[in-house]
């Protein structure tokens, strides 16, 4: 069979743009109410973590989750000199933490401490679940997934003037950690949401008004993970609580 030289041509555009194409593209958008950001700051050198852990593992088939609350797990590597080196401790995570503590959101340096939308939160273990709290108008925040590139926006509704930071996040799911030493020696621990990328960006303000993040490449992960999701907020330059916060599942 004979193709003209525009068949071949069309043919070889077509292949082209099939290798080219985006793996994935998703969007994670959040509502005009605020999103309820959950940190744990945990280790798996500390013995009084995995309550806190498992407390946290719960929230995965929660009603609400990404919608309405969104939780994350930040292991600490301050612990790490007992016995047993956290595989997920990151030193920003603690120095995150620590600028928490510097801001007087949290009343000191400890694990496992809960914080809730920027502030110390002591009576999570007496909650089975995340309970609703006041709505609370919030600007809008859009996440754009394509293949490994994300960039993102936000609809403010407070002052222009400030500087916005975007924080974006990869964490893991059914992740198991057989310890053999320190505090919790002999157990098996398990984790959900646990932070294995983690990055910040400033946000530049458009013409329309908005803050944008352009087109960047997704942070790599310190340790692979077959379930993981993508947890993105917003806050001040000044100050870590978040403004707004969206996320969910990598398909």
């Known amino acids: 069979m004979k193709y003209t030289a525009s068949l071949i ?36 050198g500390c013995s009084s973590c995995p309550p806190a852990d498992k407390w946290l593992n719960s929230l995965k088939e929660a009603p609400g989750l990404w919608s309405t609350f969104i939780p994350i ?32 959101n949290l009343s000191s340096i400890y694990t496992p401490a809960m914080i809730l939308n920027g502030q110390e939160w002591t ?32 609809q403010a509704l407070t002052s222009r003037s400030l500087k916005l930071i975007l924080n974006i996040a990869i964490v893991g799911f059914n992740l198991n950690t057989d310890v053999k030493q320190g505090e ?15 990055q910040q960006r400033v946000m530049t303000l458009s013409r329309d008004g908005d803050y944008i993040s352009s087109s960047t490449p997704l942070p790599s992960m310190t ?24 996320g969910g599942w990598i398909h």
Do not use: C, M
């Open 9 to 44: 041509k069309l043919f070889t555009l077509l292949s082209l743009s099939f290798t080219h194409s985006p793996i994935f593209a998703q969007s994670f958008i959040s509502e005009h109410t605020q999103v309820s950001l959950i940190e744990l700051y945990t280790s798996e």
């Open 73 to 104: 797990a930040f292991h600490v590597d301050y612990w790490d000199y007992i016995g047993w080196k956290d595989p997920f401790a990151q030193s920003q995570y603690t120095q995150r933490q620590r600028q928490y503590n510097l801001q007087n």
């Open 123 to 154: 009576s999570w273990y007496s909650d089975d679940t995340v309970k609703p709290l006041s709505p609370i108008a919030a600007g809008r925040l859009s996440i754009e997934l394509n293949d490994k590139l994300i960039s993102a926006q936000y």
């Open 184 to 198: 919790n020696r002999g157990r098996i621990l398990k984790h959900d949401f646990v932070v294995l990328s983690y």
């Open 223 to 246: 340790f692979p993970a077959k379930t993981t999701a993508l947890i993105a907020w917003v806050n001040t330059e000044k100050d870590l609580s978040p403004l707004q916060a969206t």
